[in-house]
């Protein structure tokens, strides 16, 4: 089961669109699937919001400490409401993945992902469940500060959301925890368009077909 569910990101307007920013984006849309609004808690050094549900409290963070000290605010609402890491999702930007893809995974390194590195140290464990949001890569390691920290063109930005709302549709599965349907619905590819029906053109009694 997930009780906390979290968007990393960078607070400000000057952030609020660029690719670093996608778990917020999330966030915001998970708010939205659950009619909850996220307000600002000093106590937690993010926006908060706390959902009621049959199996308990469920809470939605975006962290406002800047990326790399994401931890803080994050170990500090788990701790107090005793929140192991196998029951916090963790959603980021995802370099390794083009934008249109995700990956929903439990555990591992943090890649060197700044937020990711800063959860780890304060919660001491790497045993929490992301979600990974492609963002694409700019193809130069030199490059990646400056493209995660840029807006994504109109086309990535429509991939990314449209991930998001795939995504979305298994937040029932995710807080229940059942986690091998949600990844099956998140991880599935989206059905090809079907080719278009040749047209078929009969000829009259006095027509010739050339």
């Known amino acids: 089961m997930i009780r ?11 952030y609020e669109a ?20 996220l307000v600002p808690e000093r106590s937690y050094f993010g926006l908060m919001a706390r959902v009621n549900r049959p199996a308990g409290h469920i809470w939605l963070l975006e962290p406002m400490t800047f990326m790399n000290l994401s931890g803080k605010s994050v170990a500090a609402l788990a701790r107090f409401f005793k929140i192991a890491p196998q029951e916090i999702l963790v959603v980021h930007d995802e370099l390794d993945l083009m934008p249109g893809q995700m990956k ?21 464990s790497g045993d929490y469940w992301r979600l990974r949001l492609g963002i694409g890569h700019p193809g130069v390691k030199a490059e990646v500060i400056n493209y995660v920290l840029r807006k994504p063109p109109l086309e990535q930005r ?43 053109t009969t000829a009259g009694p006095q027509e010739r077909l050339p």
């Open 104 to 124: 929903l995974k439990l555990g591992g390194s943090h890649a060197g992902h700044n937020g990711l590195k800063d959860i780890h140290a304060h919660l001491g």
């Open 18 to 37: 660029t690719r670093h920013n996608a778990g917020f984006w999330w966030i915001d849309e998970a708010a939205r699937a659950l009619k909850a609004s």
């Open 4 to 14: 906390l569910l979290v968007g990393l990101g960078n607070p400000g307007p000057e």
């Open 158 to 200: 429509e991939a990314i959301d449209k991930a998001i709302d795939q995504s979305l549709t298994a937040i029932d599965l995710l807080l229940d925890g059942d986690m091998e349907r949600a990844m099956m619905k998140i991880h599935a590819k989206p059905p090809r368009p079907k080719p278009p029906r040749p047209e078929v």
